[in-house]
């Protein structure tokens, strides 16, 4: 694999960018409407609805590279190396099982929902990487978990085959800008509700 190929929650992004453009909408109508101060008094709400569609819908990604999967969630990213990779599932979401027993789902892979699973034929996980009859309608192509788990499922079969699986643990990392930006947002999203405004 040349390069790196990074998947995003198609779906989510429509959210995120309508929730973006709301939030982007409320804080200049509330600027020309109320002045500035009116602004720095409600901002706080707003800024959290932009800052958790972004966080929640934007932010996930899960990159396939020739060295290993990342996959990052909301405020924790995780970096499996091939090696370390026992089973790749798609059931809830892009899941990764490591040798060590950990479980590791993706937001930004999560299966389709029960509308699209329902509609899902035979024929459209018939030529998707896995065995017969454990492929769902969450393996197939087209949808977020599917396209996910076979580009994994892909990228680890040739891995395997070619001997370049290392044996390196799987490293988590948290993000503890992101907790604290996010939890400073909230408190001042609560105060700004909860203090009397004359």
Do not use: C, K
């Not at 995120?16 to 109508?29: C, D, E, P, S």
């Not at 798609?90 to 892979?109: E, M």
């Not at 509308?115 to 030529?127: E, I, W, Y």
């Not at 087209?142 to 044996?167: C, I, K, Q």
């Amino acid at each position: 694999m040349p390069e790196p190929v990074t998947l995003r929650p198609r779906g989510g992004m429509i959210i995120a960018v309508a929730a973006l453009v709301i939030a982007v909408a409320a804080l200049v109508f509330i600027a020309v409407d109320g002045g500035l101060l009116e602004l720095v008094r409600w901002a706080w709400p707003v800024v959290l609805l932009g800052w958790g569609a972004w966080l929640v819908y934007l932010r996930p990604f899960v990159r396939v590279s020739e060295g290993f999967v990342e996959v990052s969630n909301i405020v924790r990213t995780y970096r499996v190396p091939w090696g370390d990779i026992a089973e790749v599932d798609s059931r809830y979401a892009l899941t990764l099982r490591t040798n060590g027993g950990r479980v590791i789902r993706a937001w930004a892979a999560p299966a389709p929902g029960a509308r699209q699973a329902l509609s899902t034929q035979r024929v459209d996980v018939a030529h998707t990487p896995g065995e017969g009859e454990t492929r769902r309608p969450s393996d197939a192509e087209g949808t977020a978990s599917g396209d996910a788990a076979g580009l994994v499922r892909r990228e680890l079969d040739r891995h395997r085959r070619e001997g370049l699986t290392s044996v390196s643990g799987t490293a988590v990392t948290w993000h503890p800008l992101l907790i604290a930006g996010t939890a400073a947002l909230t408190v001042a999203a609560v105060l700004s509700l909860a203090l009397p405004h004359g």
